[in-house]
């Protein structure tokens, strides 16, 4: 029953994920995240998965302060020291496995990129780059409404990508 509703979670959490990746603007984009890492966390912590656990509540916090607006300078050297400095407790004292890194990188790689003064296409990047390391963490967690509907989002956040790089090309040539 545990397994059943961590994976009706881990859905919510993907199909929130999902919508997020088509997203038109940062701002949408975050406040569907919001939902996501909502969902992740409950659905980790449903699976006893710790890695997962601490990288979603640390990318809830993240992503509420973005979407806010606060984005002190020295935000994302605290956030990945966080991410890092608890997820190698994590791996080394309480799981005792590599597995409990993953979704710690992707978080760290997502939350720098974040931060960066990046193009929103450049951000699809380290969207995408996310969403990998998590399919693999969900999979070998349990959590395959999670793998699937990641897969999903690989497929989504792509698809936009490509539209993001089509549309350039069509202003540019029209100048």
Not at 64 to 84: D, E, R, S
Not at 158 to 173: A, H, P, Q
Request: aromatic fraction near 12%; hydrophobic fraction near 55%; include cysteine.
């Amino acid at each position: 029953m545990l397994l059943i509703f961590a994976n009706i979670c881990g859905l919510i959490s993907v199909l929130s994920f999902i919508c997020s990746a088509g997203a038109k603007t940062e701002k949408s984009m975050l406040k569907l995240q919001i939902v996501d890492t909502s969902f992740t966390v409950l659905s980790c912590g449903l699976l006893f998965g710790i890695g997962g656990v601490i990288s979603g509540s640390i990318g809830l916090i993240r992503n509420i302060l973005i979407y806010k607006n606060i984005k002190p300078f020295w935000l994302p050297i605290v956030i990945n020291g966080l991410l890092f400095s608890m997820g190698m407790f994590n791996m080394f004292i309480i799981e005792h496995s590599v597995i409990a890194i993953i979704p710690v990188v992707a978080t760290m790689i997502y939350t720098t990129a974040l931060f960066m003064d990046i193009s929103y296409k450049q951000l699809k990047v380290a969207l995408f780059i996310n969403i990998v390391l998590w399919l693999i963490y969900d999979f070998i967690m349990g959590n395959y409404t999670g793998g699937i509907g990641n897969t999903l989002a690989m497929i989504n956040v792509f698809r936009s990508y490509i539209c993001m790089s089509k549309s350039t090309v069509d202003v540019t040539s029209t100048i």
